[in-house]
């Protein structure tokens, strides 16, 4: 495993900001790390790059104990921290070789490695900009660039498109995945269409424990209580002609588009009264619980 967490616990004066939380993250994986303000997020985050101390329970990346193997584990992490900590008076080519001198690269292999990531997280339009002058789009890029110099195997984001405008969501979004082909993603942020498009596993954190840890499909289905199926017909259908089908029945648009509500999923049977009928479907779509509605039925 990249990542492996075992009962960890974090207390500040009478609060536990973890309470025994136990996780592990495969190689390659992108998950999204999820839940309220307060939850526990940041302080796992901390932990893991070996920021903070655990009060209990035993982390490790690539194998290494945070604590015990504190170096050597950190070797293995890239991480962007909400607030993105950069010396805005710098250049970007300045600040990612001084970056690079962090991370314990020095001449040619210093070089290849910032050149390399100015191209891969799309800075070379803005390279010879300093970085005060940069949108936070780009000065979120310089601080991936950073994180990556040493290319790490596990990346660790904290909310790392916070503040940006759409157009700037979707390149870092687009970004992320493309790096998380080849690497470990521990991904944070509130922003749940994010979530949908990159991560195919999420953990939910509430009051310092673990309440749900799933495929996305997964708990949108252990959710699902009751489905709903939206379908319209070429010609019209009268809404007793499928009530045999589901508790309910709503009609628009002179009988050609139905809403039913049924306890299962009755996609086959309404593709087969289709068929025996003669009706024409233009379109069938199930409604799945949004992973905004998961995230809710955990957290309130």
Known sequence: MSVTVSGLTKIYGKQKALDGISFEVKPGEILGFLGPNGAGKSTTMKILTGFIPQDAGKASVCGFDVNNESKEARKKIGYLPELNPLYTDMYIKEYLLFAAGLQGLNGAAALNAVEEMIVKTGLTPERKKQISQLSKGYKQRVGLAAALLHNPEVLILDEPTSGLDPNQVVEIRNLIKEIGKNKTVIFSTHIMQEVEAMCSRVIIINKGKIVADDAIENLQKNLQKEFIIRVEFKDSVQPNQLQSLASSVQTEKENKLHTLKASKDIREEIARLA????????????????????????TR
Do not use: P, T
């Open 275 to 298: 068929q025996e009928k003669g009706w024409l479907i233009l379109s069938m779509q199930l409604e799945e619980n949004s992973l905004e509605e998961v995230f809710q039925s955990f």
